[in-house]
C-alpha cells in the first residue's frame, strides 16, 4: 500500500490501551526536510505518537508511512528512522565513538565505513575530541550530542526527538536549541520532535502541532499559532505569559456592536450574523499588546503585583470594578506602579475572539 511522498504520514492513527483511549484518530503529512513540534502538556499523548511512529508502540488503527512506504507493521529497525530520547540512553561501558557507530555495527557494516561517518558526524557536531571517552566523562550537553551523532551516522529519512532537552539547565538548553536549529539546517532532514516547552516549539519549528487530550486542536507555523489561535485551548496554552481571557455579552450600542463584561466594554469589529446581541464570547488579549494609554485607555488596571525583568516588567492585576484578572508586558520599569489603577490601550485588532460554548475562534 502507497501513500503520497511527503517525509511522513499518519492516517487515522489512534492508541488504546485496553478502556483507556490516549491517541485519538489522527491525521498529519510532514513535508520532507519539514520540522515539525508536537506539543502539548504531559499525558496529551504526544510521546505516544513518537512512539507509534519509531515502532515502539503498535498502532490500535490506523496507518503509517515514511516517503511513501507503508511501514505501519515493521519492526523499528526497518523504518528508515533514528530517535533521540529524552534519557540519552548511551552504553556507559563503550566510548563515545563506538556508541556512535554500534548501530552500524550491528548492521554489518564494514570499520571503513563506520569510522568514516562517525568522524563526519562528530565534526558536525563538533565533539571530535571527546571520541575516547566513557559517558560518565561527558556533561549533559555533551552526551546529549553524542546521542545525536548516534542518529546522523545511520542516515536516516527521519529523525524523531522525545523531549531531548528536559534534563539540561535553562542555558544550557538554550544553546542547545540553537545547535539543533543550525543542524537541522544542515542536514534538512524530516525531524519530528516532542516537547512541552513552548520556547522549544516557537524556535525550531516549521510547523507546530497542538496536542490535548490526544486530539490535535491546531496545526499551523508558529506565527498562525500564536496570533491566530484556533480555539481557547490553544489561545490559553500558548504564550508566556499566558494570554487574558475575559467572558462578555455582545450588546448593540448606536449601531455598533460590544462586548461587555465586568469592568470593560469593548467595541467589535464583528458583523451581524457574527455578533447577535447577547451572544456570549470570550475576548483574548496577550499581555504584550497592553500598552500606557494617553487618556482613559480601553481598561483600568489596578496592579496587585509588579515584577521587573529588566528590558520590561510584567504587571498583574485585576480590572477597575471586578475581580477580573489581568496580566500586561510594558516596557522598562513602571516606577511604583504596584497598588496604583493604570489606564491601557490596545489595538482592537490584537482582541482575540472566541464562541463561549464551543471555545472555537469567532471573526478574523
Known sequence: MQSSASGLELKGVGKAFGAVR?????????????FVVLLGASGCGKSTVLRMIAGLDEVS??????????VTDLAPMRRDIAMVFQAYALYPHMDVAHNMGFALELAGAGRAEIEQ???????ILNIGHLLGRKPRELSGGQRQRVAIGRCIVREPS???????????????????????????????KTTVYVTHDQVEAMT????????????????????????????????????????????????????APLLAGPGFAWPLRLDAAAAPEGRELVAGLRPQALRPAAGAGLLQLQVDVVEYLGVESLLVGHLAGS??????????????????????????AELHLFDKGTGRRVGA
Open 22 to 34: 490516549v491517541v485519538q484518530e489522527l491525521d498529519l503529512a510532514v513535508q520532507q526536510g519539514e
Open 61 to 70: 488503527e490506523g496507518r503509517i508511512f515514511i516517503h511513501g512506504r507503508d
Open 117 to 123: 561517518r562517525v568522524r563526519k558526524a562528530a565534526e
Open 158 to 188: 527521519v529523525f524523531l526527538f522525545d523531549e531531548p532537552l528536559s534534563n539540561l539547565d535553562a542555558k544550557l538548553r538554550a544553546h542547545m536549541r540553537t545547535e539543533l536549529a543550525m543542524l537541522h539546517a544542515r542536514l534538512g
Open 204 to 255: 525550531l519549528a516549521s510547523r507546530i502541532v497542538i496536542l490535548d487530550k490526544g486530539s490535535i486542536q491546531q496545526v499551523g507555523t508558529p506565527h498562525e499559532v500564536f496570533n491566530r489561535p484556533a480555539n481557547l485551548f490553544v489561545a490559553g496554552f500558548i504564550g508566556m505569559p499566558g494570554m487574558n481571557l475575559l467572558e462578555g455579552r455582545v450588546a448593540w450600542r448606536d449601531g
Open 323 to 348: 475581580s477580573e484578572r489581568v496580566t500586561a508586558v510594558l516596557p522598562g520599569q513602571p516606577g511604583d506602579a504596584a497598588r496604583r489603577t493604570l489606564a491601557l490601550d490596545f489595538d482592537p
